[in-house]
């Protein structure tokens, strides 16, 4: 049936175009079918990576787009290296990610050891725990902020529950102390059943013989976990490590809708400074170069991690 | 069958004809964009009468405050069309008339005898002129504005607050004229009890997205002698900026948001102080004047139980306050720009302003605010008055954007989250606009 098919539009195809499409070769072939999504990756993707490039080093502002853009070199490389404020940013998103990431991963990962104890009502448990990530940030940052709020928010009257200490005491957005950490809460909560759910398919892939040949050779429960679990479901934390790192160093809406880098700039993440600078002050030059030396952190970073990751893998 | 064939052709002609004339009619229809805010709904009522008489259709575009500069910005930087005419903010002037985002209405004036001698100075000066003090016109004056304070004035005239507050510090419960006896009131209410509920004493901006601290701020340091620039000579702000008053100034500032704000009141801007003086936890509460005819209203606070004040002295006695407020402009971009000058035409009109002051909108013409009948047409009408010939603004420079920035950053820093010194934020704020005007080549 098919090839009566085939046969039919072949006999129905004008002979010039017959002719041209018999003299495409595989390989050409295989570029027409690819060349669409190039194209759009030309375009959406490596065209504004270039220009970026190019405006990094000008003194280009999108809102006075009459004015002579100059080239300034490496001037604005050399502000943005040497501007004590980006490298408070730095510090902050470093900061951000580094306690959102091993909260996370210790978190993530006790839950999936747990849940994959199979206990009763484990697929019921495992449904609840993956509600906050099926959230929108927006949504979770907006309602985040409520149950922040010292007057009315459940979480200062849960803290003052357990504590004592008066409600409107427990200012966690205001206070400089304790909005890194509302915002660390927060991420944590919304993000450990992702991490969870990696370990959880890495704990799932372990093969049980392996278990069944140390329960034979009588190691202990805690002497398994040190020498199977853990060195097996490796790779996967890793996995997670490096998915949650790349999205939070980009970190961007739940600072912004619980804070917004506030108060004064203690919760300042680099991408908050980035966009002030490229949407409010509209030094897109500046912010250009800016982004530059962030892509190449996270790029340089992200395939030191990987060759780790590969290295831990081939073990 | 036939004539039912006709009837049917018919109607599908005329259906057809009604289309094409809507169309037309639609096409006419002038976009107006603005804040999402009370004065926009009053202009929405008030323009019914500019399409009744021109049979132009008026649409609205209105955002609320904390995405309005983003948005409208945007917009023109990206030189689009979807506004015909704009409200934009006071300080956007510079850059809009050095961009061409707006149409230089000198020429218009003149034709249509519209004079900006009719409307008061400082909404001129401060809506309209760009460069700032030249005959250059690129808005009419729409709605005044400024920042002013209300009070609650049951709480006040309590016989047992009066007496305590007398006992405590030797002069009666009132409105204050000085920022000294502000403080003092603030401190006063203060986490007292107050019909079993507990209240605050003032409600001040803190904002730190978009405008907000900076406005707050700066309404205290004009009073304590702050000044951008040195008079004499134009970008010289080191001494002026950070001098010992200004520094003084700041210092107050962080001093009265420490001692009597709300709990958690770190980023409230005019929504919240509204919030928190409608919900009664608040004795006083610095606000935009726009605020004022919908507080009047209010069941719970408004009435007799509200009460409006000037921005009070500083220790010199100097007196300013904030300027709010924005002009209308014709979008240079429009392709309606014939028939939104007419709007703006019928908006200067003096019975149209009229009107517009009596809707809750903040007229800037001569005629409504100097009748004689103004300050007592609104409870709120003499504070008003009283406060718009006080006002001075911030930067209205093309760069007025970064300029912004750097001051919400440095008071931020310093106000709530308490880094640094006063002195060390204003010799920063300093440094950050002598940068940015040097990237601008004024310096």
Known sequence: MLNRTADNVARATPEPLAKKIRGISDKGLAWLFISPTILLLLAINIFPLFWAIYLSFTNYRANRPNEVVKNLGLANYRRILGDQDIWIAMQTTAHFVFWTILLQTVIGFTLAWLIDRKFRGHAFWTTIILVPMMLSPAVVGNFWRFLYEPQIGLFAYAVSFLTGIPPTNVQMLSNVELAPWAIVIVDTWMWTPYVMLICLAGLRSIPEYIYEAAEVDRASNWRQFWSITLPMALPFIMLAVLFRGIENFKMFDMVNLLTGGGPGSTTEVASITLKRQAFESWRTGYSSAFAIILFVAVFGLANIYVKALNKVKQR | ?443
């Not at chain 2, 001698?117 to 005044?144: I, R």
């Open chain 2, 1 to 443: 069958m036939k004539s039912t064939l006709k009837l049917a052709l018919g109607l599908a002609s005329a259906t057809l004809a009604s289309t094409a004339v809507s169309n037309v009619a639609h096409a006419e229809d002038l976009t107006l964009c603005w804040a999402a805010w009370d004065p926009a709904n009053a202009l929405v009522e008030l323009s019914k009468d500019f399409t009744k008489e021109t049979g132009i259709g008026m649409k609205f575009e209105f955002v609320p405050w904390t995405n309005y500069a983003d948005r409208f910005l945007n917009e023109l930087n990206s030189h689009g069309k979807l506004c015909d005419l704009i409200i934009g903010d006071s300080q956007w002037i510079g850059g809009a008339a050095e961009n061409g985002h707006y149409v230089k209405l000198n020429d218009f004036f003149d034709k249509e005898k519209i004079s900006m001698d009719d409307f008061v100075p400082a909404t001129v000066v401060g809506y309209s002129e760009w460069p700032k003090n030249t005959p250059n016109y690129w808005a009419l004056p729409a709605m005044g504005d400024v920042v002013g304070w209300t009070y609650r004035k049951d709480w006040f005239s309590r016989p047992e607050l009066q007496k305590e507050f007398k006992e405590k510090y030797g002069w009666d419960l009132a409105p204050p004229t000085t920022f000294d006896q502000l403080k003092q009131i603030a401190e006063f209410f203060q986490k007292r009890q107050i019909d079993g509920k507990t209240v605050y004493g003032a409600s001040i901006y803190t904002e730190r997205g978009s405008e907000g601290i900076t406005m707050g701020a700066m309404d205290v340091l004009y009073s304590y002698g702050f000044q951008y620039e040195n008079p004499k000579k134009p970008y010289e702000m080191e001494g002026f900026v950070n001098s010992e008053k200004s520094v003084k100034g700041l210092e107050f500032y962080k001093a009265l948001y420490d001692c009597c704000t709300p709990p958690g009141a770190s980023n409230s801007y005019m929504g919240e102080g509204v919030d928190a003086f409608k919900s009664g936890q608040v004795a006083m509460h610095m606000n935009f004047a726009f605020t004022w005819p919908g507080l009047q209203k209010d069941e719970n606070v408004g009435g007799d139980k509200i009460g409006y004040f000037v921005n009070p002295k500083g220790p010199d006695g100097d007196q300013f306050a904030q300027l709010g407020g924005q002009g209308i402009s014709v979008v240079s971009y429009s392709d309606k720009q014939e028939s939104a000058l007419k709007y703006i035409k019928w908006f200067a009109n003096k019975d149209v302003q009229g009107k517009w002051w009596s809707l809750g909108g903040y007229s800037c013409l001569n005629s409504v605010v100097k009748d004689p009948k103004f300050p007592s047409s609104q409870p709120y009408a003499q504070a008003f008055l009283d406060s718009m010939a006080i006002v001075k603004d911030f930067w209205a420079e093309p760069s007025y954007a970064p300029l912004l920035q750097a001051s919400q950053k440095r008071f931020h820093d310093y106000v709530v989250a308490g880094q640094a010194s006063p002195k060390d934020a204003l010799d920063g704020l300093v440094k950050d606009w002598t940068q940015v005007f040097q990237d601008d080549g004024k310096m």
